[in-house]
């Protein structure tokens, strides 16, 4: 059974911090790249950070500066710190994974965690 499980979403007052967790079970971890979307109602869905199995990093620029994504082979999880949080990243955050994740394919969503900025 292939699973993503994600942990960490809350409510923060702009300006605060939160860090994303993403559990993977019953896929070859380190072999998948993963990545993280984000939806909020009336916006598209949008990817806002991505890791290849290699560490290779790419951010959404309306994030980059402000958050960083990472793996932990050891522990299947992948994770994202989002600093200085703007009441525009208010959104539902998705976990995704994929064999060709680097080319916008994904193999498996996570059930997402909600996020909520306040100004």
């Known amino acids: 059974q292939v699973q993503l499980v994600e942990s960490g979403g809350g409510l923060v007052q702009a300006g605060g911090s939160l860090r994303l967790s993403c559990v993977a079970s019953g896929i070859r971890f380190s072999l998948n790249g993963m990545g993280w979307y984000r939806h909020n109602p009336g916006k598209q869905r949008e990817l806002v950070a991505a890791i290849t199995s290699g560490g290779i990093t790419n951010y959404a620029d309306s994030v980059k500066g402000r958050f960083t994504i990472s793996r932990d082979n050891a522990e299947n999880t992948m994770y994202l710190q989002m600093d200085s949080l703007k009441p525009e990243d208010t959104a539902v955050y998705y976990c995704?994974?994929?064999?060709?994740?680097?080319?916008?394919?994904?193999?498996?969503w996570g059930q997402g965690t909600q996020v909520t900025v306040s100004s």
């Open positions: 995704a994974a994929g064999y060709r994740l680097y080319l916008g394919i994904v193999d498996k």
